[in-house]
């Protein structure tokens, strides 16, 4: 009877992982195509960086070997002795506890960025929104979303900084529920377990969860508003407010809302009413997408409203400076990272049309050289995609930890050279097989998030935003494995 079941949940997932018509198929294995070419990428060039902090070429294949078949029989544990309940239960657990150990052991303080959000909060905290019009609110408008949020939590609950960094570890709880869910949902149960306990053990997850960074609550936003997307295709009746106030509200913390909308877009005209042009179910899924842009942008222009009417800005949440990213991107000397000369070169012009000529002009000069700019798209990608993960240097900033901070490194890059294995045998399988819309979508989200940062700005902490992506997908490679040597066993059982 339990081999009996057994084969029907093996069949039952199937039917989630693989497309269900000619139209899903195609285009899910072009995007596989594509994915072998970016997870093969980071592979390789996570390989070859991962050997400059070890001692011994041998190490590295070795640790990697040892942490795969540790996540293979974990995951074939957790599909046979473990209920879902018990499961999410564990999940939950596991998140919380390592996440607080590391917040209990180590005293992050803010720096960069986050140290002049903390303090708008604590400012605003207190009654005074005058830092809204101090340079780096001014300049960065749209910060002050999430410096806002920060000072409610502090008006609430104290000013201590563990505090924001309890509420961090509740996101990130949310998160891998979020994960455990949209795996489930796109590739099946074991996929969804597999995807939510590597989340749950990855390194720069917990130690980030010590750093007041936006991206703790932007990523859980984000990834909900995509969970309600795919949980049932977009048929539930509020599914369309629920999505807009998600990427909305995320945006409102994180800018990365029109990335997400536009990977909506796309999702919904290729997978979704394409495919329906003829049916009369048609005009009512794009009005519910036309609904979803709107209640987007409502949020957006109601907060700025807002903000602008009480005095804390005289700016909208905008972008007040389009080229910078690209600017700053496309400078072969940082290979497209942060630029202290492009920063004090544009701060000599004042804010709006002139500084924006300045960096336009920057731009457009940078682009002439097309030999130039083609060999630095490709060390941009290579240091996107294969570099160490900056999160110890977040996490320890002002701290004498070299031992601590090396061992992190290792530890990272063991876990993602793994992923990137499982991912590279994941994308093998939605090339061959071909995978559901559904499945597909994280996949789209994830090849345009690496197209987007060909052109701008580069920081290895910008994979935290798309890298729940990144483990929903690699959770295919891990299933995929598991089903192979299930089949060498039963062929050896006779």
């Given at each position: ?109 803010p720096v960069s960025d986050f140290f002049d959000m903390h303090s708008g909060a604590l400012s605003a905290a207190r009654g005074d929104f005058s830092f809204g019009t101090n340079e780096y609110f001014t300049r960065w408008v749209y910060q002050l979303g999430f410096t806002l949020y920060e000072s409610l939590v502090i008006k609430l609950f104290g000013s201590s900084l563990i505090v924001l960094q309890l509420f961090n570890i509740l996101f990130q709880m949310g998160t891998a ?105 048609w005009p009512a899924l794009a009005a519910k997408c036309i609904g979803v842009i709107a209640v987007y942008w409502l949020v957006q222009q109601a907060a700025s409203f807002a903000l602008v009417q009480t005095g804390v800005t005289p700016y909208p949440l905008a972008n007040r400076e389009p080229y910078w990213k690209f600017m700053i991107g496309l400078n072969p000397a940082t290979v497209g990272g942060w630029s202290y000369d492009d920063t004090v070169y544009v701060l000599q ?146």
């Amino acid at each position: 009877m339990e081999e009996d079941n057994d084969r029907s949940g093996r069949r039952g997932e199937s039917m989630e992982l693989f497309a269900r018509g000619p139209g899903e198929r195609v285009l899910s294995r072009l995007l596989g195509i594509f994915g072998i070419l970016l997870f093969g990428w980071m592979l390789w060039y996570s390989h070859a960086n991962a050997a400059t902090h070890f001692t011994s070429d041998w190490v590295v294949p070795l640790l990697v070997l040892a942490a795969a078949v540790l996540v293979l029989l974990l995951g074939s544990i957790l599909g046979r002795y473990i209920g879902p309940k018990t499961f999410a239960a564990v999940l939950l657990l596991l998140t919380a506890a390592l996440r607080l150990v590391w917040i209990v052991a180590i005293e992050t303080k803010p720096v960069s960025d986050f140290f002049d959000m903390h303090s708008g909060a604590l400012s605003a905290a207190r009654g005074d929104f005058s830092f809204g019009t101090n340079e780096y609110f001014t300049r960065w408008v749209y910060q002050l979303g999430f410096t806002l949020y920060e000072s409610l939590v502090i008006k609430l609950f104290g000013s201590s900084l563990i505090v924001l960094q309890l509420f961090n570890i509740l996101f990130q709880m949310g998160t891998a529920v979020v994960l455990y869910k949209s795996a489930a949902k796109a590739f099946g149960e074991k996929c969804g377990r597999a995807a939510a306990l590597l989340y749950a053990v990855y390194v720069p997850n917990i130690i980030m969860c010590s750093v007041l960074t936006n991206q703790h609550i932007s990523v859980f936003l984000y990834f909900l508003g995509l969970y309600v997307l795919i949980r049932k295709r977009f048929v539930g009746k509020y599914d369309w407010l629920l999505i807009g106030l998600c990427f909305g509200v995320g945006n409102l913390m994180r800018p990365l809302g029109s990335f997400f909308l536009v990977g909506f877009v796309a999702y919904m005209a290729l997978f979704l009413l394409m495919p329906r042009i003829r049916e009369r179910s048609w005009p009512a899924l794009a009005a519910k997408c036309i609904g979803v842009i709107a209640v987007y942008w409502l949020v957006q222009q109601a907060a700025s409203f807002a903000l602008v009417q009480t005095g804390v800005t005289p700016y909208p949440l905008a972008n007040r400076e389009p080229y910078w990213k690209f600017m700053i991107g496309l400078n072969p000397a940082t290979v497209g990272g942060w630029s202290y000369d492009d920063t004090v070169y544009v701060l000599q012009y004042p804010i709006g049309e002139e500084r924006n000529r300045v960096e336009l002009e920057l731009l457009k000069e940078r682009l002439e050289n097309k030999r130039q700019v083609a060999a630095l798209f490709a060390s941009k990608t290579k240091v996107m995609w294969g570099a160490e993960d900056s999160a110890p240097m977040w996490s320890l900033p002002e701290l004498d930890r070299p031992s601590l901070y090396k061992r992190l490194v290792q530890a990272e890059r063991i876990e993602y050279i793994l992923l990137a294995f499982f991912g590279v045998v994941a994308m093998t399988v939605i090339a061959w097989r071909g995978v559901s819309a559904e499945a597909s979508f994280f996949l789209l989200l994830l090849l345009g998030y690496a197209a987007l940062h060909v052109v701008i700005e580069v920081q290895t902490r910008y994979r935290f935003d798309i890298f729940p992506c990144v483990i929903i997908l690699q959770s295919v490679g891990i299933y995929a494995l598991l089903g192979l040597f299930r089949r060498k066993e039963r062929k050896r059982g006779g």
